[in-house]
Every structure is written in C-alpha cells, then in structure tokens.
T-cell receptor, first 113, second 112 residues
Framework: QQQVKQSPQSLIVQKGGISIINCAYE??????FPWYQQFPGKGPALLIA?????SEKKEGRFTISFNKSAKQFSLHIMDSQPGDSATYFC????????????FGSGTQLTVLP | NAGVTQTPKFQVLKTGQSMTLQCAQD?????MYWYRQDPGMGLRLIYY???????DKGEVPNGYNVSRLNKREFSLRLESAAPSQTSVYFC???????????FGEGSRLTVL
C-alpha cells in the first residue's frame, strides 16, 4: 500500500524556471512532512520540512505548500539552478512513531543551463 | 564529521551467498534504520531499531535479518541472497522518534 504518492516521476526545467513536485498522502495521522534531496551516489539529505499547523514554509528558494483538507503537499523551487538537479523525495510520518518515514517514489529533476 | 558510515560501498554476490552490511553512526542517535532504494519505488524500510536492544520489521523484511550491536552499530544480513535483493541499501539514524533522518552514502549490492 503506497501511502504517499509523488508526481511527476521526472521533471525537466530551464534555468531560472519554477520546479513543482506534488505529493498526496492517505493517513490522516501523519503530522510531519519533509522533503529530501539526493544527489547521484549520495544518500538523501533533509531539504525542508513542514508540520500541518501551517500552510506554507519557505527557506530560500524552496517552499513547501500544504493543503490539509486535500491531504496534499508540494515542493516549489523558485529560480531553479543546474545545481538543483537531483532526485527529490517527499515523505510523511506520525509524531512519536520511531517506526519510519513513509517515502514517495521520487522525482528526478533536471535543470537545463 | 563522519555521521553515518556504511560498509561496503559495493558488493557483488552470487545467488545463495550470504553477507552482512555494516552501519555505524557517531551522533549518539537512539534510532537506526535500514532502507532499500529501487528505481520508481522510493525508499522502503526493511528493519529499524528504535533504541539499543530493540529491532522491528519494516515494510519489506523478508530475506533479511538485523542486529543492533550497540548504540552506534546496526547491521543488515542477507542469509541467502536472491536477485530480487539487488538494490542500493541505505542506513539512517535519528534522535528518537521524530526529526531529521541522517543517511549514509549507500551500499550498492548486485546479486547474480
């Protein structure tokens, strides 16, 4: 059962453009929604995270938008740069659960120079 | 600043062989995890250890065993490798049940 659905699978954006990656979740008990960034040959690393008490969180060029009623959240990368080319994973978990983050299937982003 | 260290980084096995992937973290984290990453499947949890002395199954535990040797170390064992276990394996840790998950650089395993 895939509890976090991520789209698109791949995305190509021109330098300076906006990259948008979407995720939808099923478990209403989830209350922590991070995005991880992974470069080739490396492990994923936390990029930005949000909790459902806010609808948006911004860190530099990266913004998470959260829609609790629709059970959806998205990552927006403004002014995309070639250095942003990586695989992005959304994830979700429930506070107090050491069990796991449930990850989306990943989006391979390519930013063309 | 080692963080999470995994060994080996690459391994080729024949079907039926056994091997152990090693993981160590130097951040004094309580919880440790083993994930596998396959194309189009994201990261799937194999086993986790919420604290020293405890281990629990994740989403895809079949064919694997784990040992939480001490607070720092968490190993993953394949007793009889199968081609379906060809994957990239990631060890991760975090402090307790919430917050940032720190990943190692991965171990690429090929089973022929």
């Amino acid at each position: 059962q895939q509890q976090v659905k991520q789209s698109p699978q791949s995305l190509i954006v021109q330098k300076g453009g906006i990259s948008i990656i979407n995720c939808a979740y099923e478990n209403t008990a989830f209350d922590y929604f991070p995005w991880y960034q992974q470069f080739p040959g490396k492990g994923p690393a936390l990029l930005i995270a949000i909790r459902p008490d806010v609808s948006e969180k911004k860190e530099g060029r990266f913004t998470i938008s959260f829609n609790k009623s629709a059970k959806q959240f998205s990552l927006h990368i403004m002014d995309s740069q070639p250095g942003d080319s990586a695989t992005y994973f959304c994830a979700a978990s429930r506070s107090g659960s050491a069990r796991q983050l449930t990850f989306g299937s990943g989006t391979q982003l390519t930013v063309l120079p | 600043n080692a963080g999470v260290t995994q060994t080996p980084k690459f391994q080729v096995l024949k079907t039926g062989q056994s091997m152990t992937l090693q993981c160590a973290q130097d951040m004094n984290h309580n919880s440790m995890y083993w994930y596998r990453q396959d194309p189009g499947m994201g990261l799937r949890l194999i086993y986790y250890s919420a604290s020293e002395g405890t281990t629990d199954k994740g989403e895809v535990p079949n064919g694997y065993n784990v040992s939480r040797l001490n607070k720092r170390e968490f190993s993953l064992r394949l007793e009889s490798a199968a081609p379906s276990q060809t994957s990239v394996y990631f060890c991760a840790s975090r402090d307790g049940g919430a917050g940032e998950l720190f990943f190692g650089e991965g171990s690429r395993l090929t089973v022929l």
